[in-house]
Structure formats: structure tokens, C-alpha cells
């Protein structure tokens, strides 16, 4: 039986809600791992979490290449059931050497179903529908971590691990039987890795996605950091839950819709755009509880229009399944750069410089991802 192609989109959807467990399963037992861990030093406990997204970080593009090369169907499968073999060994609680090991593996498998997933989406996705799809796989993390946090009190390593083993198990079992049948052609050459990375790079359309969605991670992914605990304690729990479902709610709804009268690219630099009232908001109204939820859910609302937008432009700026899984690892590897940089980066400034230097910071990057996607364009045009 045929499957409705809106089906496939939601399965697909759930794969990523998987992918993104693989980072939110560790974050949510840190404190519980570090009996386990912890002897082993803070810093190598800390490669747990985010050796996962060193991965991505280093093999993003490289992933794209592989599955243009061994088809998206075949690639998900097997990274459902590698995630699923990695979560259940790491239900053993296994030696630290072996832990790290599991989770490098589980980068990998993190990484095909984050490249696999927009780039079938795309093509499975009625046009019309397209920007609704588009729009739901952005959302997947902040679902799964909406969603982590409200069992997380609740659960116990083995059971977590276990449980997402299943999960990934299952839908590894679905996804092969209700997914299109790879392409029966020739896969492609890999030839020279550095120089194709340096042709998607160099291409405004394959390079523009990921060039604008790196400055949307350094940045979102810090401020839900940094925000809860810089917030009095009486708003510090809506600002923490708040924040993520605001920017989902916003990127489901009015992102959605204003995708139907404008272009994915324009729709990123207004989001953009739209964030820096809520950065300039945090300034002045800093260690005001409601003042800094106010800021807080304008700039979440903004970026999750950022969000869903960036990841429309892929199918909208690239029109081959070969490109789109191309333009997504490229994706994954400065989406990984901005999430690994911007934490760190921010810390220090809020430290040095306070909220002023923290506003500014955010306003110069949001200007970046603007100039970035205008001078791509440019580029385009001059094609």
C-alpha cells in the first residue's frame, strides 16, 4: 500500500525527534552520569554530550556527499539502527573508553538522519505543502527537548537508553518499509573530498542555507543557555520552557504563512531583522523578571522564523536531490559550528562586557546573517 507522501514527511519528522535525542538524552542524566563519569574529569565528561556534534562538525558536508552517493533511504535506515544499537550498549553503563566510543558512532548515525531528513522531505513534500514540511522538520529539537525535560525528573539511564533504543528501532523498521525504494543508477564518484567541499562553499546557492543558519545556532542555542540563569528565580521556569516553544509555535504558524508570499531567503534576513528589538529589549530591561521574559519570547519568536525559513531555502535554492543533500550537510556542519562556538563565545562577552556587550554581540551577528544571505544573492543573480 502506497504511503500518502504528508505520512512520510511526519515519519521522517519522528526520525529527527530521534536524532535530536541522541544530544537531549545525555543532557537531561548529566548529573546523574557524572557518578559513573565524573573520576574521568569535567572536560571528559563534557565530550560525552558534545562529541556527538564534533561529528557533524567535522563530517557534516562529507555526510552529504555519502548519502547523494548510497541514497537517503538506505543511509536513515542504517542510522535508526546504529543510534539504536549505540543507545542500547550505552544502557550497560560500559566503561568510559567504550562510552565516548558509542557516542562517536552515534555522532554519525545523528548525522545521516539530519542531512537524510530535509533532503527527503523536500522531495517527498507536495510543492504547496513544501513550506509547512520544511518548517516542521526545523522544529525538531525544540520539540524533543519540550519534551525531554518533562520526562527527564522521571527517568533512569537504563530506562532512557533503553526506551530510545526502541524508539529508533521501531522506526527504522517503518521508514524501510514505507519509504521510496532508492534510485537504481550508478552512485555517484565521491573523487576528491576537499575539492567538492570547496565547490559546495563556493556555490551561492548549495553554501547560502548553512552560511545563514550558522549565525541562527551561535546564537539560539546560547541564549537558552544563558538566559534561564541570568533571570530572576520568580520567571527563570517560563523563560527556560517558554523560549523554545514560542520559537516553535511562531516558525509553525506566521512562519508558515509568510513563506506563501515570500521567499524563503527574504523570510530568514526579516527574521533576522525582527530579533534585534528583542536583543536591544534584554539590554534594557536586564535582571527585570518580566521584562527579560518579554525579550526573551520577541527574539525566540524572531529566530524561529530564522529557523524554519533557512531550512526552506534549501529545497527553494536547490533543485536536485543530489544538491539538497549536499546543501543539508553543509547545513549540519556550520550548524554544528555556530552551536559549539556560540555558548562559549557569549559566556565571555556577557561576563566581560553585561548585557550591553551581549546585545551588541547578538545585533552584529543577526547583521551577518542579513549581508550574508544579500551578498549570496547578488552572487546568484550574477549567474
Known amino acids: 500500500m502506497r504511503t500518502s507522501p504528508m505520512i512520510l514527511v511526519v515519519l521522517l519528522w519522528c526520525a529527527g525527534l530521534g536524532a535530536a535525542a541522541q544530544f537531549g538524552k ?3 542524566l548529566f548529573e546523574t552520569l557524572r557518578a559513573s563519569y565524573g573520576a574521568n574529569g569535567e572536560v571528559a565528561l563534557g565530550l560525552v554530550v558534545s562529541i556527538v556534534g564534533m561529528v557533524g562538525l567535522i563530517f557534516g558536508t562529507t555526510a552529504g556527499l555519502l548519502v547523494a552517493r548510497i541514497g537517503p533511504r538506505r543511509a536513515i535506515v542504517a542510522a535508526l539502527l546504529a543510534g539504536a544499537a549505540m543507545s542500547a550498549l550505552q544502557s550497560l553503563m560500559p566503561a568510559y573508553p567504550l562510552m565516548l566510543a558509542s557516542r562517536i558512532v552515534e555522532g554519525a548515525s545523528h548525522l545521516a538522519i539530519v542531512v537524510v531528513g530535509p533532503t527527503m522531505i523536500a522531495t517527498l513534500a507536495p510543492e504547496a505543502r513544501r513550506p509547512l514540511a520544511m518548517t516542521l522538520w526545523s522544529s525538531f529539537f525544540g520539540v524533543t527537548y519540550t519534551v525531554l525535560a518533562l520526562i527527564g525528573p522521571y527517568a533512569t539511564p537504563t530506562g532512557l537508553f533503553l526506551g530510545h533504543a526502541a ?10 518499509a514505507t519509504l521510496p525504494p532508492d534510485p537504481r543508477r550508478p552512485p555517484a564518484p565521491l573523487g576528491n573530498l576537499l575539492k567538492q567541499h570547496a565547490e559546495i562553499y563556493a556555490s ?9 543558519f550558522c549565525c541562527y545556532t551561535f546564537l539560539y542555542v546560547a541564549v537558552l543557555t544563558l538566559l ?5 528565580a520568580t520567571q527563570r521556569a517560563l523563560i527556560a520552557a517558554g523560549m523554545p516553544l514560542v520559537s516553535i509555535a511562531v516558525s509553525l504558524t506566521l512562519g508558515v504563512r509568510l513563506l506563501r508570499h515570500m521567499s524563503a ?12 528589538p528583542g536583543f536591544l529589549l534584554l539590554w534594557a530591561l536586564w535582571g527585570n523578571g518580566a521584562g527579560m521574559v518579554a525579550g526573551g519570547f520577541l527574539l525566540s519568536a524572531a529566530l524561529g522564523i530564522v529557523q524554519g525559513a533557512s531550512f526552506s531555502s534549501i529545497p527553494e535554492l536547490n533543485q536536485t536531490p543530489e544538491d539538497r543533500a549536499r546543501a543539508a550537510g553543509a547545513v549540519a556542519q556550520l550548524g554544528n559550528l555556530g552551536t559549539t562556538t556560540g555558548t562559549p563565545v557569549l559566556a565571555a562577552i556577557l561576563a566581560s562586557a553585561g548585557p550591553a556587550g551581549l546585545a551588541v554581540a547578538a545585533t552584529v551577528l543577526c547583521g551577518i546573517g542579513i549581508a550574508v544571505h544579500a551578498l549570496q544573492r547578488a552572487r546568484r543573480a550574477g549567474q
Not at 167 to 176: C, K, N, R
Not at 204 to 212: I, K, N, Q, S, T
Not at 265 to 276: E, I
Request: charged content about 10%; overall charge positive.
Open 228 to 232: 534561564p540563569p541570568e533571570t530572576p
Open 204 to 212: 551561492p546557492r548549495l553554501a547560502a542555507p548553512a552560511m545563514g
Open 265 to 276: 531567503v527574504r523570510l530568514v534576513q526579516w527574521g533576522y531583522a525582527a530579533a534585534v
Open 26 to 28: 545525555i543532557s537531561i
Open 167 to 176: 524508539y529508533m528501532s521501531a522506526l527504522a523498521a517503518i521508514l524501510a
